[in-house]
């Protein structure tokens, strides 16, 4: 048996309110809809990675999902334009990663990050 794919279940009553998010400002594209589901995320093939944390790191809380972009300064100004507050950073971790937390609009904490 080998895993295929791990996906992140967020519960809403309103799945309207993760366009903005997650397409629009992160870029990711929606790959299904089916009213009562809509999933965002890329064509491209993804590494299978699910972590497990007794916190953030860096004396932070654990965010509930971890989002790697290639340009985080870019993701940083869509964030600030869309006057969602940073909730942590932008930091250079000492673990090599650069990254801010944010909440996502079902007030999940989003930590987004690019590997230095």
């Known amino acids: 048996m080998k895993v295929k794919r791990i996906v992140a279940n967020v519960e809403t009553q309103d799945i309207s309110k993760a366009k903005q998010f997650y397409e629009e400002i992160l870029g990711l594209d929606q790959l299904m809809n089916h009213g009562f589901i809509a999933t965002y995320g890329t064509h491209e093939k993804m590494a299978i990675e699910i972590s497990f944390l007794s ?5 932070t809380v654990a965010p509930d999902l971890s989002i790697e972009v290639d ?3 870019t993701a ?3 964030i600030k334009e869309a006057g ?3 909730e942590y950073g932008p930091v250079d971790e000492p673990w ?3 990254r801010f937390y944010v909440r996502d609009p079902f007030g999940k904490l989003v930590n987004i990050l690019t590997h230095l």
């Open 84 to 86: 969602i507050p940073i």
């Open 76 to 78: 940083l100004t869509r």
């Open 96 to 98: 090599g990663v650069r």
């Open 71 to 73: 340009d985080l300064d």
């Open 55 to 59: 916190e953030g790191g860096s004396g």
